[in-house]
T-cell receptor, first 111, second 112 residues
Framework: TQLLEQSPQFLSIQEGENLTVYCNSS?????LQWYRQEPGEGPVLLVT?????EVKKLKRLTFQFGDARKDSSLHITAAQPGDTGLYLC???????????FGEGTQLTVNP | NAGVTQTPKFQVLKTGQSMTLQCAQD?????MSWYRQDPGMGLRLIHY???????DQGEVPNGYNVSRSTTEDFPLRLLSAAPSQTSVYFC???????????FGEGSRLTVL
């Protein structure tokens, strides 16, 4: 059983649609990160959220950390084919400790 | 900058063979870790280290050993490979505290 549960596991949408990916846990995290991974490469950091209720925006991507610091969401507005990839959330239970990942959400945006 | 370097990139083993996956980073990061990635499983933590001489187990440590004799290097050893260890392995490092995890390019291991 993984500490972080992501949903949905797979998502296939048309260009221009909006989508939300969820990352949930029963544990409290000191920080939560979102990564994106392309085939054949290692994951690359998109954002880190630290404060409960925090919202961060990265162009068309909006990240939110739950008030209780147990969950997070990633919302993409007007998805583009270039957004296709594997999105992973990762949590750190205490600052400087190990980072554990969710199962990932495979997003495909069709032109 | 080289960042995190993993070798080899590809390896085929027979059941029962041993091997070491090498990982080196040139960013003077204190934290280093090994993950395995299987379809539908995301990244699962095998072992990690918060500094030279310190290692600890992650979620799936069985069948793997690590050591951290220097800040730069964090090798992962498979003492007796099993088909269940067929996977893509990623080494990653980060600085102390909350920060970005930098990944190597991955090592694809097949155990026959």
């Amino acid at each position: 059983t993984q500490l972080l549960e992501q949903s949905p596991q797979f998502l296939s949408i048309q260009e221009g649609e909006n989508l939300t990916v969820y990352c949930n846990s029963s544990s409290v995290f000191s920080s939560l990160q979102w990564y994106r991974q392309e085939p054949g490469e290692g994951p690359v950091l998109l954002v880190t959220v630290v404060t409960g209720g925090e919202v961060k925006k990265l162009k068309r991507l909006t990240f939110q950390f739950g008030d209780a610091r147990k969950d997070s969401s990633l919302h993409i507005t007007a998805a583009q084919p270039g957004d296709t990839g594997l999105y992973l959330c990762a949590g750190e239970e205490t600052s400087g400790s190990r980072l554990t990942f969710g199962e990932g959400t495979q997003l495909t945006v069709n032109p | 900058n080289a960042g995190v370097t993993q070798t080899p990139k590809f390896q085929v083993l027979k059941t029962g063979q041993s091997m070491t996956l090498q990982c080196a980073q040139d960013m003077n990061h204190e934290y280093m870790s090994w993950y395995r990635q299987d379809p539908g499983m995301g990244l699962r933590l095998i072992h990690y280290s918060v500094g030279a001489g310190i290692t600890d187990q992650g979620e799936v440590p069985n069948g793997y050993n690590v050591s951290r004799s220097t800040t730069e290097d964090f090798p992962l050893r498979l003492l007796s490979a099993a088909p269940s260890q067929t996977s893509v392995y990623f080494c990653a490092s980060k600085d102390r505290g909350i920060g970005e995890l930098f990944f190597g390019e991955g090592s694809r291991l097949t155990v026959l």
